[in-house]
């Protein structure tokens, strides 16, 4: 491909709206251009990388025993609906009426409909287990589309979905894709972690994420070095530090003048944070909910939503607070009525806490639980902070930051049973088929490469990846001599089967090799009068600063095995 012909120009300012490094350089590389918020168009750069992220992905679910079929983007809403997951998934679902007023739903996933698929297919326990997967455009209405392509609303994903006849056929099923999604990252040159995670609304038991470590990463993953527990943040659990007992003291009523922040009260009555009590208003499917929790520690409110089963929770607004008749800054559960309340168990750790006293300026020392209140419901709903001890050995946790590019899911029975998918035992009885479901997204995993794999320049595109594997780079194509010799080895490349994009522009040195390190290609191959003196060419790597002179002659099999090396060494590693 000649650059000149090339769809798509690079830019040197770096765009005002993109905040993340991937969001940044793929716009400064002319690959993607955003089309409206959370949507995307891939021009030709990015949508060559994407198919080879694609090919990887196939190759590696078929050698898993995967077959690959098409779902249709619009499902009947009935489907969903008649497992409840309409509501689950709430706002996020799209949503519309055909010409009959039919109700529609654009496939954020595609559980209800393979699951539809299979009853119409599948009868007996001979013909299971099934894996079942497609490479297709799904749709979730982000309330927040931002970091470019790792937060959007249309995105391409590998879905595919395991159908066995018990608990031990879906293990089977999910330690294979736990080894085919290994063998993807690191085919695609990237380092992932294993996480416990939540499972949202797809719903189901246990479930994972592959992580890319970044410090650019927009999760916290939690982690113990001892045992290796590794949990996001949303799903992480922790041993809080417990507080020294002591002897419950009296009640006592202080003046907290202008206080409403637990770091103003531990401040101005000179007490540590963990010796508070703060409360957070939260709206829970339309109920208001207060939450008690100690003042150094946070609401995790994934957590929190599990614990009160609702679909969807929000914090409340001055008005709703104002209407239950809350004194925002100065409130407690101490005498609240009507009002349901959910606590931390990290108020059952300690003793004589300062808490609201429920009017302006106020607060109480020596509150203690369950003396002083009552709760409605009692569990972790705290978010998991390094420091703190490990779940499984007690060893204080680490933190990192990373980017979520796979969740697999053991769905069990739930939504088979709802919606009838049985198969036939030997010996004629009627069981409920065992699920699994596993999402790669595509998009978000050519952003995850960036975001690991970049300096300052540009993109750094492993050789499985890149949208072309040699940066042709003629210097001074005003000289017949370099003009010649740059086609004749573009021609002599591309009849090796080679790929290449030709820098045929008469465009400055500094121009050319800036655009070669921005677009990250591996191989750059410059062509100039020096080094043609020397009947040479020069091959730099993009992942390296040091360059070589090669002959012209033989120079294609040269790359050839340049090429070879760096895809094998993924591919072996794999």
């Known amino acids: 491909m000649r650059i000149s012909k090339l769809f798509g120009k690079t830019q040197r300012e770096v765009p005002a709206e993109a905040e993340t490094v991937s969001h940044?350089?793929?716009?400064?590389?002319?690959?993607?251009?955003q089309v409206a918020s959370g949507v995307y168009s891939y021009l030709p750069l990015a949508w060559k990388v994407l198919k080879r992220i694609e090919n990887i992905i196939r190759e590696e679910m078929d050698a898993a025993g995967g077959q690959e079929l098409m779902l249709p983007v619009l499902q009947p809403l009935e489907l969903w609906q008649e497992t409840g997951r309409d509501l689950a998934f709430g706002k996020g679902l799209f949503t519309l009426s055909d010409r009959r007023d039919r109700k529609l739903a654009l496939g954020p996933t595609h559980e209800e409909v393979i699951t539809e698929l299979v009853i119409r297919n599948v009868n007996s326990y001979r013909d299971l287990p099934l894996l079942l997967y497609q490479i297709q455009t799904k749709f979730r209405d982000e309330p927040r589309p931002r970091a470019g392509l790792l937060r959007v609303r249309e995105f391409t994903m590998k879905d595919l979905y395991s159908f066995d006849s018990d608990e031990e056929g879906l293990s089977q099923s999910y330690n294979k894709m736990l080894q085919a999604y290994q063998n993807i990252y690191t085919r695609c040159g990237l380092p992932t972690v294993l996480v416990e995670a939540d499972s949202g609304a797809i719903g189901g038991k246990d479930s994972h994420e592959f992580m890319v470590l970044t410090e650019?990463?927009?999760?916290?993953?939690?982690?113990?070095?001892?045992c290796g527990y590794s949990a996001n943040t949303e799903k992480a659990e922790s041993i809080k530090d417990k507080l020294a007992d002591e002897k419950p003291l009296p009640l006592e009523e202080v003046d907290t003048p202008s206080i409403t922040s637990i770091e103003s009260l531990s401040s101005f009555l000179k007490v540590p944070q963990s010796h508070t009590l703060k409360v957070v208003f939260y709206v829970a499917d339309g109920e208001f909910v207060i939450v008690v929790i100690r003042g150094d520690i946070e609401v995790n409110e994934v957590k929190l939503k599990n614990a009160l089963h609702c679909f969807e929770l929000r914090l409340a607004t001055e008005a709703e607070v104002k209407q239950a008749g809350i004194v925002a800054g100065s409130a407690s559960p101490i005498g609240i009525s009507g009002i349901r309340v959910i606590a931390d168990d990290s108020i059952t750790s300690g003793a004589n806490f300062v808490a609201g006293a429920n009017k302006p300026d106020t607060h109480f020392r020596n509150v203690n639980y369950p003396r002083d209140f009552k709760v409605d419901l009692i569990a972790d709903i705290a978010r998991a902070r390094a420091g703190e001890g490990c779940p499984k050995c007690g060893s204080r946790l680490s933190s990192s930051r990373g980017i979520e590019v796979g969740h697999v899911f053991k769905l069990g029975t739930f939504l088979s049973q709802k919606l009838g998918a049985f198969f036939v035992d030997p010996s004629g009885g009627s069981h409920p088929m065992v699920m699994g479901c596993y999402g790669i997204g595509l998009g978000r995993l050519l952003a995850a490469a960036i975001e690991q794999n970049h300096d300052d320049k540009g993109i750094i595109w492993?050789?499985?990846?890149?949208?072309y594997h040699i940066y042709l780079c003629p210097l001074y194509l005003e000289n017949?001599?370099?003009?010649?010799?740059?086609?004749?080895?573009?021609?002599?490349?591309?009849?090796?089967?080679?790929?290449?994009?030709?820098?045929?522009?008469?465009?400055?040195?500094?121009?050319?090799?800036?655009?070669?390190?921005?677009?990250?290609?591996?191989?750059?191959?410059?062509?100039?009068?020096?080094?043609?003196?020397?009947?040479?060419?020069?091959?730099?790597?993009?992942?390296?600063k040091q360059s070589q002179l090669v002959p012209l002659e033989g120079i294609a099999k040269r790359l050839k095995?340049?090429?070879?090396?760096?895809?094998?060494?993924?591919?072996?590693?794999?």
């Open 462 to 467: 492993s050789m499985s990846i890149a949208p």
């Open 561 to 574: 095995e340049l090429i070879s090396e760096g895809l094998s060494k993924l591919s072996n590693s794999a």
């Open 480 to 544: 017949p001599q370099v003009a010649t010799v740059a086609e004749t080895l573009y021609a002599e490349l591309e009849a090796q089967g080679l790929e290449v994009l030709f820098d045929d522009r008469q465009e400055s040195p500094g121009v050319k090799f800036n655009d070669a390190d921005l677009l990250g290609i591996p191989i750059r191959v410059t062509i100039s009068p020096r080094t043609l003196e020397k009947n040479s060419a020069e091959i730099k790597k993009r992942s390296e």
């Open 24 to 33: 940044q350089l793929l716009l400064k590389a002319g690959m993607i251009y």
């Open 216 to 226: 650019t990463g927009e999760d916290e993953i939690i982690y113990c070095n001892n």
